[in-house]
């Protein structure tokens, strides 16, 4: 039930991210099926729209970078794929040529943040090969498959939109 809560705010949150944006003109920007917004204290961008986001299966990324340059990677799973607040053991595969593994937390049992990502990670994410993503969870046979190709632009965009935060 805690996590059907939590899992509810975020998407409210979402959803309300755009509708605040407008208000304040804050920063709103669409990079093919990506759309980055800012407003308050964090630009975030997601490669469906944030409506989607409310209904399941998710099956999305959302990187969030705050005004203070943390950078948050946000992979949706299947609902009820994961343990809720676990560690979770993830490989992302970028263009099938590399391997990068790391350790996230899951919130609620859909999805899986990654804190304080690094630069290196990020550039993995700019460099992947035909702009392809595959992430894998450990103990999960299922696989999401992601089209990164744009990326290198929305980091740019999340960038810009940090600069436009109070």
Known sequence: ????LRMTA???ALAALPLAA???QAFDKRINHWRTVGSGTQCVAANRPFHDLNASPFNALSINLTKD???TFWVYFWPKALKADADIPLVFTFGGRKDVKALGKSFGDIAVTLANVGASFRDDFAKA??????VAAEGLTTQ???DIADIAAVFAALEGCAKTLR
């Open 1 to 4: 039930m805690r996590a059907l």
């Open 10 to 12: 975020l998407a409210v």
């Open 22 to 24: 407008d208000a304040q």
């Open 69 to 71: 340059g943390r950078w």
């Open 129 to 134: 090969q035909k702009g392809e993503l595959i």
């Open 144 to 146: 999401l498959h992601f």
